[in-house]
């Protein structure tokens, strides 16, 4: 009798045994369920921009822009192609954060004068949206993918100079400056500048680090003048 009231109470516990672990694998398998779901819905695609006949060389190249929000930053993945044979090849891919305020706006025109369109992306905006920061990604024909600008953040509102073949810049604050620049491997360097405050400065800028006051005008009083040349001054009509 002893024997086989063992053996059943055995029978008891293998069952019980078998049951817990059942309802802790399938309380583990939800857990893993819920997780995979969470991560989902706190990667958010918010935009899409996909071009393969205005970026660089046109047909031969292909640029995917990306915008995701997650639940404590947003930012940018740009996927860069080349065309093999018939097939587009990756080449090459940029990360970087973004504001969570504005979309990337993105514009695609020649910053180089070379013929071949480069690209910008809107990073965040200033001075109440009257500067507008954007990333400058400059088309590079011999390595054949992009050249990410690494201050072109600091310079707001960039436009294409074609009278001085160069970038320049507007920056707005309680007065404003234009400020011109050339590209400089991966950055953009200064070399002259227009301030428009309690009057009109304008400073050249050399390659030792100096500058120069080259004219200045106490009597022009206007403070938000975008200038397209500085010797001799030149106003833009529109921007």
Not at 37 to 59: R, V
Not at 110 to 137: K, Q, Y
């Amino acid at each position: 009798m002893k024997f086989y009231a063992v053996l059943i109470m055995y029978s008891l516990l293998s069952c019980q045994y078998r049951q817990d672990r059942n309802t802790i694998l399938n309380t583990d398998s939800s857990k893993i369920k819920s997780s995979e779901a969470i991560m989902k819905d706190t990667i958010q695609l918010e935009e899409i921009f996909i071009d393969s006949t205005t970026i660089g060389k046109k047909k031969l190249n292909k640029v995917e822009v990306f915008k995701y929000r997650t639940t404590d930053s947003n930012y940018v993945e740009i996927k860069f192609y080349v065309i093999h044979g018939k097939n587009w090849k990756p080449n090459q891919k940029i990360h970087f954060l973004k504001d969570g305020i504005t979309g990337c706006d993105i514009k695609l025109s020649d910053f180089n004068n070379d013929g071949l369109n480069d690209m910008t992306i809107v990073s965040a905006v200033a001075a109440r949206g009257a500067n507008e920061i954007r990333r400058l990604f400059i088309y590079d024909k011999v390595m054949d993918r992009l050249i990410e600008i690494k201050n072109a953040e600091n310079y707001p509102n960039m436009l294409y100079n074609r009278e001085l073949n160069c970038i320049d810049a507007f920056l707005v604050y309680g007065g404003s400056s234009t400020v011109f620049l050339k590209i400089n491997g991966d950055s953009l360097k200064k070399f002259a500048s227009v301030e428009a405050m309690d009057g009109i400065i304008v400073r050249e800028f050399y390659k030792d680090g100096t500058e120069k006051i080259i004219f200045q005008d106490a009597i022009n009083k206007a403070s938000y003048i975008r200038f397209k040349n500085y010797k001799p001054l030149k106003e833009y009509n529109d921007y």
